[in-house]
């Protein structure tokens, strides 16, 4: 998430956090770097100028010339401008006065609103409501389906009308079976604009009076960059949008629609999407999206998912295995597997501090996927025995395993290297020692 804009803005702040003083020339440079970057990540040339005039003004309001050692003050400053153009605070869905509270969800097409849908469902599902999905896409073939499955995958209810063509009249009989039923949520899809079209708006504007919703949120493809802005104000001209959701965060987006939409518009984001599988929306934090792009990490965000992952007394179990030195291969597949369920491992790692830099010369996306799969073959083809004691592996074993998982016996004499190295390790820490290298 925002690889290139990141590199290229740490790489900025550090031309100053690197020098014991500075002067206004060394910030002038430095900013200087910051402005190229954000252009170049296609923020909105206004909020460029905007950001870059407030971090001046308080570098030198807060007179760090002087400063001796003046590098964490500066990135504090980033952070907090940062934080403050992307919205200071994450913001939730807020219930009405009566049930159903509902959401309007709108969007141009192809921004992944249907999907979004679903992932809200699934959101508020797991915060324990009772929430309806409603398939008011009546304009593209496969949406009402689409929904129905989305649903059922999610475990949560579904509308739709097959014979209906009105999307007004649905969303009456939508908001009514949620009423009858006493549903917290109704959720209702909407069809994806291909363009801003007066016929359409019109439509959703008819669609909003019937529904009278509690939210309205704006799906937008993060890929648009500051085109986003100009969708968000047209579609706020026919209904009172009150969010938005970024969708496809997990792309290469350079960053443009996060840094540009919350400050053109006025608008909170409330969600961004990371991926496409329904689990894949995270709540939006400006603190912790701005501690990523100054590649500072996501720490919090790293151990709530973690705990949303990870079973607790599997780790606590695998912890004193690898401490006893009888953590076998078997456990190690446990592990994989619980490491895979937190996410793509570019995700994982770009919230560790200082991960950002190292994890250019590490594999990550398909690339981090196809290598975890390689090693779960490597290791399902091994006999319960050969995984329980891999010391008996010799290279008869390493060709037959190799065969059986698709590799090389190299990759399979790899695999076996780093799970006794990684074994050695774990035993000398449960001894009280220290990792080769570290001062600690």
Known sequence: MFETLSEKITAAIKLLSN???????????????????????????????????????????????????????????????????????????????????????????????????????????DQGDKVLLAAGDLKRPGAIEQITTLGDQVGVSTHSELNETDPIKLAKTALKKAEVENFDWLIFDTAGRIQIDDDLMSELTSIYKALMPTEIILVVDAMTGQESVDVAQQFMLSVPLSGIILTKMDGDARGGAALSIVSMTNLPIFFIGVGEKIENLDVFHPDRLAGRILGMGDVVSLVEKAQQSIDESQIADMEKKLRSSTFTLDDFLIQIEQLRKMGPMSQVLEMIPGMNSISKNMPTGDMAEKDLKHVEAIVLSMTPKERNKPEIIGGSRRKRIARGSGTQPADVNRLLNQFSQMKKMMKQLGKGGKLPGMPF
């Open 19 to 125: 020098k014991s003083r500075i002067s206004e020339k060394d910030i002038q440079v430095a900013l200087t770097e910051i402005r190229r970057a954000l252009l170049e990540a296609d923020v909105n040339f206004k909020v460029v100028k905007k950001i870059q005039s407030d971090i001046t003004e308080k570098i030198l309001g807060q007179d760090l010339i002087k400063t001796v050692s003046p590098g964490q003050q500066i990135v504090k400053i980033f952070h907090d401008e940062l934080t403050k153009l992307l919205g200071d605070e994450s913001k939730s869905l807020k219930k009405g006065n009566q049930k159903p509270s509902s959401i309007l969800v709108v969007g141009l097409q192809g921004s992944g609103k249907t999907t979004t849908v679903a992932k809200i469902g699934k959101y508020l599902k």
